[in-house]
């Protein structure tokens, strides 16, 4: 398992890349999510105001 964090625009760019030259024979498979830790800090400053 390889974790990454890169700009969202940035992950069809990697993805081709890792599909294309790093793995070689193995098998890749992609699970973006999103690092949603600003907008919940902010939500809760915003609540306790």
């Avoid at 070689?24 to 600003?38: I, L, N, Q, S, V």
Wanted: charged share 25%; hydrophobic share 35%.
């Amino acid at each position: 398992m390889v974790t990454l964090r890169l700009p969202a625009s940035r992950l069809r760019e990697v993805n081709r890349v890792i599909e294309n030259s790093a793995w070689g024979a193995y098998h890749t498979e992609f699970y973006p999510t999103y690092d949603y830790k600003a907008v919940g800090i902010g939500n809760h400053e915003k609540a306790k105001q």
